[in-house]
C-alpha cells in the first residue's frame, strides 16, 4: 500500500466520524451525571423516569436516526447502537424504554409513514413530549406473528380494532396511565397484517393491566394494552393493507441490533466491577486476581466481550436503516452478545462471591436484567431457526 493513502488504521470501529465521537462523549456525561444516580432507585421501585426521559430528548437522542429535515439527529446505526450500550452500562430497563420509543416506534415510524402522517406525530415523539411503543406480541401468539388475532375490519373512514397485545414496553408509564402513541399491528384479513398508527385517546384502547414484578428491566413498564371496538381513522394506517411485513422487516434488523448493543453496556459494566474488585479483595494472602479460577473469568469475559462488540458495530456499519438485507446478522449479533453477556454477568458475580448478590455492586440487576435479550425482540430459538434458514438460502453469507 502506498503510504500516501490515509491511514485507514486509524478507523474506529466503534466511534467512525465525528460526529459518532461527539455523541460518544454526551453520553459519558449523561450516563455518568443523570442516568447513573437515579439506576438503582427507579429499578428497585419499578418506575419509570418521564423527566429523564424527556432529557434525553433535549439530547437529541429520541429521534436519533431521523434525518435533521424532518427534526431527528440524522444519524445511523452505529449511533443507535452506542447509545443503547452506553445507557446499558448503567440502567438497561431505561435503555429498554429508550430502544422502544426511539427504535421501535419512531425509526420504524419514519420509514414507513408518509410525509402527512408524520407532521404530526413526530415533533411530539422526537421532543419526548409524547412516549411510544410498539404493540406486535399477543397472549396467544408471539414468535409465531402470522398467529396474531387482533383484527382491523374497515367501517367507513375508520377501522374498528379488537384484541389485546401483552409485554408492550412503554404501554404504560405507570400503573395505570397509557403510554402516548403506537405501532400496532393487526390482521386485515387471512395472513394479511396491518400497520396502524394508535394514540392514547382513541375510543376503546385502554391499559389492561400494567405487568409487575418483572425478572429485571424494571425501569421499564410493560403492559398488556386492549383494543375493545377501537376506531382508528383510515389515515392512520400506515402504508395499504397487508405491508406489516415489508414494515417488520425493515425495523426488526435495528431492534436487534440495539438489543445485543445492551448487552455489550451489561458485559462492560460487569467487566468493569469484576477487574476492579479482583484488584482489591484478597484472599489467602493475596488478591484474588492472583488465583488462576478468577483470571479465568476475568480472561474470557473480556475475549469474549471484544469478539462481540466487534461483530456488533461491523454489522451497525454495514446497515441501512432504510432497508432489509442484513437479518443473518442482527439475529447471529443478538444470538451471541445476549448469551455472553449474561454468562459474563454470571461470572462478575461469582468472582464477587456474596457481595455479587448483593444490590451494591449493581451486578445482580445485570444478570437478571441481560436474560430478557434471550427473550425479547426474538427469542434464542427464533434467531437460530432464522440464521439457519438465511444461510441454507445463501451459503455465501458465510464469508461475506
Ligand atoms: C420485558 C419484555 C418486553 C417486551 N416488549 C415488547 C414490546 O415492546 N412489543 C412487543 O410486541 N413485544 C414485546 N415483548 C414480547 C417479546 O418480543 C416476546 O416475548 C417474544 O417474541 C417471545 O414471544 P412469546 O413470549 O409469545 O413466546 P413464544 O413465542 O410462545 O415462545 C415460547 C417458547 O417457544 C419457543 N418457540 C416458539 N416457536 C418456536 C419454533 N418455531 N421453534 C422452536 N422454538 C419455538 C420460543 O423460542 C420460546 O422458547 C416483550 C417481552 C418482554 C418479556
Redesign the pocket.
Known amino acids: 500500500m502506498s503510504h500516501s493513502q490515509p491511514s485507514w488504521r486509524e478507523m474506529d470501529l466503534f466511534a467512525p466520524t465525528d460526529e459518532h465521537r461527539m455523541l460518544a462523549a454526551t453520553m459519558r456525561e449523561y450516563v455518568a451525571n443523570e442516568v447513573e444516580p437515579q439506576a438503582a432507585a427507579y429499578n428497585r421501585d419499578e418506575k419509570f423516569n418521564l423527566a429523564l426521559f424527556r432529557r434525553a430528548g433535549e439530547l437529541g437522542l429520541l429521534g436519533l436516526t431521523v434525518p435533521v429535515e424532518e427534526g431527528g439527529a440524522g444519524l445511523d446505526a452505529v449511533a443507535a447502537v452506542a447509545v443503547c450500550e452506553a445507557l446499558s452500562t448503567s440502567d438497561p430497563g431505561f435503555a429498554?424504554a429508550y430502544m422502544?420509543h426511539s427504535i421501535?416506534f419512531v425509526n420504524n415510524f419514519y420509514f414507513n409513514s408518509s410525509a402527512e402522517q408524520r407532521a404530526p406525530i413526530l415533533p411530539r415523539v422526537i421532543s419526548g413530549d409524547w412516549i411510544g411503543?410498539?404493540?406486535?406480541?399477543?397472549?396467544?401468539?408471539?414468535?409465531?406473528v402470522l398467529g396474531m388475532q387482533t383484527t382491523a375490519v374497515r367501517d367507513g373512514d375508520h377501522y374498528v380494532l379488537n384484541g389485546r397485545?401483552?409485554?408492550?414496553?412503554?404501554?404504560a408509564i405507570d400503573d395505570t396511565t397509557l403510554g402516548d402513541v403506537f405501532l400496532v399491528?393487526a390482521t386485515t384479513g387471512e395472513r394479511k397484517i396491518t400497520t396502524f398508527v394508535v394514540e392514547k385517546g382513541f375510543p376503546g384502547f385502554s391499559v389492561g393491566q400494567r405487568?409487575k414484578e418483572?425478572l429485571?428491566?424494571r425501569a421499564?413498564m410493560?403492559a398488556e394494552l386492549v383494543f375493545d371496538d377501537c376506531r382508528v381513522p383510515v389515515p392512520y394506517r400506515l402504508g395499504e393493507e397487508g405491508q406489516s411485513s415489508i414494515h417488520m422487516m425493515r425495523n426488526l434488523e435495528i431492534e436487534r441490533l440495539t438489543l445485543a448493543a445492551m448487552s455489550l453496556g451489561i458485559a462492560e459494566r460487569c467487566m468493569r466491577v469484576m477487574v476492579e474488585y479482583a484488584n482489591q479483595r484478597k484472599a489467602f494472602g493475596v488478591p484474588i486476581r492472583e488465583h488462576g479460577q478468577i483470571q479465568r473469568h476475568i480472561a474470557e469475559s473480556y475475549a469474549e466481550y471484544k469478539a462481540c462488540r466487534c461483530y456488533v458495530y461491523e454489522t451497525a456499519r454495514k446497515l441501512d436503516l432504510g432497508s432489509s438485507g442484513n437479518r443473518v446478522d442482527a439475529d447471529g449479533t443478538k444470538l451471541l452478545t445476549s448469551r455472553v453477556a449474561k454468562e459474563i454477568a454470571d461470572r462478575a458475580i461469582q468472582v464477587l462471591g456474596g457481595y455479587g448478590y448483593m444490590g451494591e455492586y449493581t451486578v445482580e440487576r445485570l444478570w437478571r436484567d441481560a436474560k430478557?435479550l434471550e427473550?425479547?425482540?426474538?427469542?434464542?430459538?427464533?434467531h437460530?431457526?432464522n440464521i439457519t434458514k438465511d444461510l441454507s438460502r445463501s451459503p455465501e453469507l458465510i464469508g461475506a
Open positions: 429498554l422502544a421501535l411503543g410498539m404493540c406486535m406480541t399477543e397472549p396467544e401468539a408471539g414468535t409465531d397485545k401483552i409485554f408492550i414496553t412503554n404501554g399491528y405487568l418483572k429485571g428491566m421499564s410493560t430478557l427473550i425479547g425482540g426474538g427469542t434464542l430459538e427464533a437460530q431457526k
